[in-house]
């Protein structure tokens, strides 16, 4: 069983990736890896030298070819427990951002494509950890803190 968990802050060092809840007006940008069949957030593993924010922007722009967007930052979060992008089940750090997508141009990633939803899809890659940060970032608009 996974759990995830938010914090206010986190160390630096500990932030390993950065996924995005991406609107484009009141729609949910989600997005379709070409080896599955299910649906997830944009977002993915921060590369040496990359700030979490840039990681962020650069898989926002990757997977959804987003070209004019805000990006803004939720909350740190950490999943403990084995799942396709952990294999020891440790606790793993990330952040979690909030993007509005004003324009999209040519994806240049693994995913096959983007697709807009007024809620999150049963098919989900990462259904015990996507409700959740969706339900956060959600949250946080509603209490007008983003």
């Known amino acids: 069983m996974l759990e995830v968990k938010f914090y206010r802050q986190a ?5 390993k990736f ?15 890896h070409r080896e ?9 593993h921060r590369e040496a ?16 070819g987003a070209m004019a967007f805000t990006l803004k930052p939720v909350s740190v979060y950490s999943v403990t427990g084995k799942n396709r992008v952990n294999d020891t ?32 899809p049963e098919a989900l890659t990462y259904p015990e950890i996507q409700p959740i940060l969706v339900d956060r970032v959600m949250k946080e608009k509603e209490e007008h803190v983003l």
């Open 18 to 32: 950065a996924v995005i809840l991406a609107m484009a007006g009141e729609k949910m940008v989600l997005v379709r």
């Open 89 to 120: 089940g440790e606790e793993t750090y990330g952040m979690l951002f909030y993007a509005e997508i004003t324009s999209f141009g040519r994806m240049e990633s693994e995913i096959e494509k983007i697709e807009f939803f007024d809620r999150l």
């Open 11 to 15: 160390e630096d060092h500990l932030l």
């Open 36 to 44: 599955r069949d299910t649906y997830e957030i944009p977002g993915g």
């Open 49 to 64: 030298g990359e700030s979490i924010e840039e990681t962020a922007a650069r898989e926002l722009k990757e997977e959804t």
